[in-house]
């Protein structure tokens, strides 16, 4: 299978086996985009009111939007564009759909959603799963859709496909470090955290035993396993720590193999009980805003600025 690695402005792509020209983008006869929003959290608050606001200046239109709660959207989204069941999206006709809520509904309905509209995957971590992946993949392929991974807080994601692509990443290190607050696990390891209790290692080991345990937490590490496509989630390595000094703060540190020292410090500013970063929105936005002016398969990370930085 050919694989071709191929950088734009904004975005690097990795395409899993061809390249479609910016000119073949979404094949439409529309001058304007519609776009579906699965999840109406904090983020995805900010990009209906993006879509809202903006979309119309830029080419994009909002489909429809949806939530676990559909209470939640009363007054703040036009009752037109609520989408009470999800099983029902495809009646929206959206170009692109973003899920922004949990892994749970990329296991759901990512095979549907691929199969009709081009999909940015939020929730990386569900890819853990070999099987899922594989199969969005080939999915992407066999319709010709587009499959888009945001690369959130994972500082130097080029390098490290370029070092995948010639061979010469032999391992990957990322810290996560966070407030006690901020981690949502699965587990009960960190229930009986207290305040100015400082520092403690919660896991260390494979992205692919670290995703099941803490899904919302390491979607960073989830862009990279999928950025260091020969090593993947159960060769790059990972370790969340809780640290109850990280009060303003997230801190992402990534770490290369020897031969090739790569250690670099991010802090995303968050408040506490944030399980993203405030510095994610713009990010999300901006990886849209690219997903919407070229087309690849399989992986999308953006890196228009240095604040972009997700969970």
Known sequence: ?????????????????????????????????????????????????????????????????????????????PPELVLDDLSFFANRRCDVIIEVCYPQIVRDFGLEFVSKSHFMVGSPS????????????????????????????????????????????KALFIRMSKHPSCFRLTGDILNDWTEGEGRRDL???????????????????????VAA?????????GEIVSDTALKDFHVVEVTGPDGFLMHMVRRNPAKLGAVTGSATYNSFWNSLLSECCVVSISFITSWDTPTQCTS
Not at 152 to 158: C, F, I, S, T
Not at 229 to 237: D, H, I, P, S
């Open 229 to 237: 496509e020969t090593l993947g989630f159960t060769g790059v390595q």
């Open 1 to 77: 299978m050919l694989k071709q690695t191929c950088t734009y402005a904004g975005f690097i792509a990795l395409n899993v086996d061809f390249h479609f020209s910016s000119a073949q983008i979404m094949d439409t006869n529309s001058p304007t985009l519609r776009v579906g929003v699965v999840g109406y959290g904090h983020l995805g608050q900010f990009l209906v009111d993006k879509l809202l606001k903006a979309g119309p200046g830029l080419g994009l239109v909002l489909g429809f939007v949806w939530n676990r709660n559909p209470d939640k959207l009363k007054g703040s989204v």
């Open 126 to 169: 569900a890819l853990s799963d070999p099987d899922l992946n594989q199969t969005l993949r080939q999915a992407s392929l066999h319709h010709g859709r587009t499959l888009y991974i945001p690369s959130g807080a994972l500082w130097g994601g080029q390098d490290i496909q370029r070092m995948n692509d010639t061979g010469t990443l």
């Open 203 to 225: 896991f260390i080991g494979s992205v692919a035993d670290l995703c099941p345990l803490a899904p919302y937490n390491v979607n960073t590490m989830a862009a990279a396993a």
